[in-house]
C-alpha cells in the first residue's frame, strides 16, 4: 500500500513539484498515520485514502515552502 503511493501519487507530486524527498521529511511519519487509518478501518474507500493522501502531501510541501522562505531550514 505504502509501496504504491511512493511510487505512484508521492513520485509523481515530488516530480511535479520539483521536489525532492528530503524536502518532505515529516512523509514517513504521515504515511504510518495513514496506514494505521486504513488498517483500523476508519479510511476504508480507496479513493478517500488517495484523496486524504494528496492534501497531506500538499500540507507538506507548503510548510516545507514556508520553512525555507522564513530561513528556518
Known sequence: ????????????????????????????????EMVILIESGMISD????????MSCLRLITVRWRLFVAAGLI
Open 1 to 32: 500500500m505504502a509501496a504504491d503511493w511512493i511510487t505512484g501519487e508521492i513520485a509523481a507530486h515530488v516530480k511535479s513539484n520539483r521536489l525532492s524527498y528530503a524536502e518532505l521529511p515529516s512523509l514517513p511519519n504521515w504515511l504510518a
Open 46 to 53: 480507496p479513493a478517500a485514502s488517495s484523496s486524504l493522501l
